[in-house]
Nanobody, 133 residues
């Protein structure tokens, strides 16, 4: 298992920006695959962005061109930079990781990672993002 602690959420107006952080207790190279998910009230948890140990990333269509996922190995921190925020981006944002390393070693991180929350075994508690008009 790995401990994940998110921060950086808050309330912003439409068009604003936020950067979410997720400090993880295991180095990225021991896991290989991490992601950001979000869950709006009444909705299912959905994948926002996934990144692998090579720095390759994929994004949900709804956030492409506005969000960037990145990893700083020096401080064991995953980031989600969010620009041009919309009201529909309002949700609880969760950091997720595959502590087993199987997704990356099997070559499935960027494909299976976007399929749903059951792909990942470790989760943070979330950080709330609220975008108002």
């Amino acid at each position: 298992q790995v401990e994940l602690v998110e921060s950086g959420g808050g309330s912003v107006q439409v068009g604003g920006s936020l950067r979410l952080s997720c400090v993880h207790s295991k180095p990225m190279h021991t896991m290989g695959c991490m992601a950001w998910f979000r869950q709006a009230a009444g909705d299912e948890r959905e994948a926002v962005a996934v990144i692998d140990n090579d720095g390759k990333a994929v994004y949900a269509d709804s956030v492409k061109g506005r969000f960037t996922i990145s990893q700083d190995n020096a401080v064991n921190t995953l980031y989600l930079q969010m620009f041009s925020l919309k009201v529909e981006d309002t949700a609880m944002y969760y950091c997720a990781a595959d502590p087993s390393g199987h997704l990356y070693s099997g070559g499935y991180c960027l494909t299976h990672g976007m399929t749903g929350p059951t792909t990942f075994g470790s989760w943070g508690r979330g950080t709330q993002v609220t975008v108002s008009s």
